[in-house]
């Protein structure tokens, strides 16, 4: 099992706003990075860092974190944002790279 | 910008090393400011760490499969490559290179190669 907990699936309403969250005792030391991968398609770095997103990422995609907690956040998901996201940070040893299990977002 | 691309044998048989090398086009491996990455996501399942290196020489590798793993990075020809020894058919899955970077207390993996299937089977 991962050191990084996700929800397997979380569902949202178009043009609502959803959460997905990664939990790990790591992250009350490193900040999560967050991945969209669409299916057949190679994961795509979405959020990095405190909040910060590669060009070309549209900003309705925001990171936070809390404790051990880190949040990648929709605000106003599209049809197009349906996919499965992915956490990764370190393990307890902050030694290794771990990720988390992988959420799988529906957009009705 | 920075692409990489995945190429080795598609199927493996069991008990033998699985090879892949990362061709990395648009920029240098011999750069110090990324490490060298290989991950994998088993047919319906997750990303799997697999380990990274340096081009300085130093390595990282999930310790789960630290014991079968070398990555080796190639500066003449702008590549990097994973060996994977005693393979077995929990190892068949989707193998992608990536450009790893620390960046405010945070691993990035930014480009990833397309990816590609190798199956272990006799």
């Known amino acids: 099992s991962s050191e990084l907990t996700q929800d397997p699936a979380v569902s949202v309403a178009l043009g609502q706003t959803v959460r997905i969250t990664c939990q790990g005792d790591s992250l009350r030391s490193y900040y999560a990075t967050w991945y969209q991968q669409k299916p057949g398609q190679a994961p795509v770095l979405v959020i990095y860092?405190?909040?910060n997103r590669p060009s070309g990422i549209p900003d309705r995609f925001s990171g936070s974190s809390s404790g051990n907690t880190a949040s990648l956040t929709i605000s106003g998901a599209q049809a197009e944002d349906e996919a499965d996201y992915y956490c990764n940070s370190r393990d307890s040893s902050g030694n290794h790279v771990v990720f988390g299990g992988g959420t799988k977002l529906t957009v009705l | 910008q920075v692409q990489l691309q995945e190429s080795g044998p598609g199927l493996v048989k069991p008990s033998e090393t699985l090879s892949l090398t990362c061709t990395v086009s648009g920029g240098p491996v011999s750069s110090d400011s990324y490490y060298w990455s290989w991950i994998r996501q088993p047919p319906g399942k997750g990303l799997e760490y697999i380990g990274y290196m340096f081009y300085s020489g130093s390595t990282s590798y999930n310790p789960s499969l630290k014991s079968r793993v070398t990555i080796s990075v190639h500066t003449s020809k702008n590549q990097f490559s994973l060996e994977l020894t005693s393979a077995t058919a929990a190892d068949t899955a989707v193998y992608y290179c990536?450009?790893?970077?620390?960046?405010?207390?945070?691993?990035?993996?930014?480009?990833w190669g397309q990816g590609t299937l190798v199956t272990v089977s006799s």
């Open positions: 860092g405190e909040n």
């Open positions: 990536a450009r790893g970077a620390w960046l405010q207390f945070s691993d990035l993996f930014d480009p």
